[in-house]
């Protein structure tokens, strides 16, 4: 595939006409080619998305909500095409991109309701001679910036609710995904939309992050991916003060205590942690399992996760896909090696699969303490370290000893128990026995270092709105 830039409503081969190769991480050969964008693209897609802007938010409620409805039937009609370029571009199952590609699809069914929710406030003082009221309009010109990992669906919980709030857009996708962002813009392309409102620019991040973030016609940045480029992309902002959400790394406490039903918990742990390869901001990143049920714990998940089947994701079969790239590869490697030096025990897995593709066993890890950087950091692969508490105050307390807060999960049957842990667990999302509680139409995003403001619900479009004011004598 010949991936291209796009703006003003159509495709666009460069300035300097300059590409990059994009692999399948399964198989390691190139599957196609997509645009080294320069700052004067960068340039001319901002130039577009702010033309476009006034006739955009000017546009009724109801245009902007049947543009979204048609998006998301344009698809849903292209599902099955979509998740096997998303399997062949970011490696997970041919299951799980077709899940993405419906979770994608489903923001834009969602907002396509929320446009019309657009309410203010009438302000009555206590005077007789004034009376004021609050309106919410867009923004501006959004800049969405995206991650590999759900290279299409983190583009559309961005796109849905910024369209819908009347904002025109700026796509930029992660280096290692850029075809099914430019698939879905060919897509779009066929709806005919007004020229400007969608734009996509690919390349290099150190050029064309800054050479978006500083432009001053740019007024929200909407960017999921890692705590360090959040860090610096807020920063950067500060410059023209333009607004920020930030959609970070996590850290994830999964927490099964003695009254869970072990069963379960065992369920919820192989799909919290092993999806997608564990390359997912809110999977499990460290199990914390009471000590009565430890034993029987260890045992069943190093059951179930012998089980799991690894192999390139367009084989039927496969339940577990390669890592993104070998940068992936050599973390999990420093992680499990700095593991083993400080007394833990890979109870299976812990190599990599030797061969073509950047596959990695899935691993099950016993001994873990809080010093090993396993519970420091985000591993981003298919391990999952076990350590062992004793009581409900360890157990919250020791979940919440991260700078991270975006998910925590806790499997019990005891409905005090549950309530306390949604009560003191310091997170923005808190499952419980629920391995997977992110929905379209709930508030996903993170406490502490994990984030800043909302995606998804009713809270996803404010991010795209700003609050205006009038007052008004009489
Ligand atoms: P990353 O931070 O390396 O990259 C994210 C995006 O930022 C990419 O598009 C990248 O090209 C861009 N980028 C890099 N440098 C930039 C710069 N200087 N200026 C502007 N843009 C720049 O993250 P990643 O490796 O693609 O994604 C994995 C991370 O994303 C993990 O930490 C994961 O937890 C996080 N994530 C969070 C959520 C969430 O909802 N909180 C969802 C998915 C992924």
Redesign the pocket.
């Known amino acids: 595939m010949e991936a291209q830039l796009y703006y003003g409503g159509r495709g666009h081969p460069g300035i300097h006409a300059r590409i990059f190769a994009v692999d399948n991480p399964a198989t390691n050969e190139v599957i196609g080619n997509a645009v080294l964008a320069d700052p004067d693209d960068v340039s001319l897609a901002v130039d577009a998305a702010s033309q476009a802007f006034p006739q955009w938010s000017r546009s009724s409620f109801r245009d902007r909500s049947h543009v979204l409805l048609a998006i998301y039937q344009a698809i849903t009609d292209h599902r099955e095409e979509l998740a096997r370029l998303l399997t062949q571009e970011e490696g997970k199952s041919l299951a799980e991109s077709d899940a993405e590609i419906r979770y994608g699809a489903r923001f834009f069914e969602y907002y396509a309701a929320q446009v019309f929710q657009s309410y203010g406030h009438m302000i009555f003082p206590p005077m007789n001679s004034h009376t004021g009221w609050t309106a919410k309009v867009p923004v501006g010109v959004a800049v969405l910036?995206?991650?590999?990992?759900?290279p299409f669906a983190?583009i559309c919980r961005k796109m849905a609710p910024a369209l819908a709030a009347g904002c025109t857009v700026v796509v930029?996708?992660?280096?290692q995904t850029p075809l099914i962002a430019w698939r879905f813009f060919s897509l779009l392309h066929t709806l005919a939309l007004q020229p400007g409102v969608i734009n996509l620019v690919t390349g290099d991040?150190?050029v064309v992050?800054?050479a978006l973030?500083q432009d001053k016609r740019v007024r929200k940045i909407s960017?999921?991916?890692?705590?360090?480029?959040g860090r610096?992309?807020l920063s950067n902002a500060a410059k023209n003060i333009t607004s920020v959400s930030l959609?970070?790394?996590?850290n994830a406490p999964f927490i099964v205590f003695d009254d869970a039903n072990i069963d379960d918990a065992i369920a919820g742990i192989m799909a919290c942690k092993f999806r997608n390869a564990g390359q997912i901001?809110v999977a499990a990143n460290r199990i914390y399992v009471q000590r009565s049920i430890a034993p029987k714990v260890i045992r069943q998940l190093v059951k179930a996760a012998t089980g799991l089947v690894v192999g390139n994701g367009m084989a039927p079969n496969t339940q577990i896909g390669p890592l993104i790239n070998q940068d992936a590869i050599d973390k999990v490697i420093t992680h499990l090696h700095d593991a083993e030096d400080k007394g833990a025990q890979v109870e299976i897995g812990g190599l990599r699969r030797p061969g073509p593709g950047y596959f990695f066993e899935p691993t099950i890890v016993t001994g873990v303490n809080e010093g090993m950087l396993l519970v420091r950091e985000?591993t981003?692969g298919p391990v999952a370290p076990l350590s062992v508490f004793d009581t409900e105050e360890d157990a919250f307390q020791t979940a919440n000893n991260t700078p991270y807060g975006?998910s925590a999960y806790v499997y019990t049957t005891n409905l005090g128990r549950a309530m306390r842990a949604s009560q003191l667990l310091e997170f923005g999302l808190i499952g419980i026995n629920d391995p997977i509680p992110s929905r379209v139409e709930a508030p996903?995003g993170?406490w502490k270092e994990?984030?800043l403001g909302r995606?998804g619900g009713d809270q996803g479009i404010e991010e795209f709105l700003e609050t205006k004011y009038v007052s008004m004598r009489f």
Request: aromatic share 10%; glycine share 16%.
């Open positions: 910036i995206t991650p590999w990992n759900y983190m930029k996708p992660a280096e991040p150190e992050g800054p973030i960017f999921t991916g890692s705590t360090a480029v610096r992309i959609e970070l790394g996590g901001c985000e981003f975006l996903i993170g994990s984030g995606e």
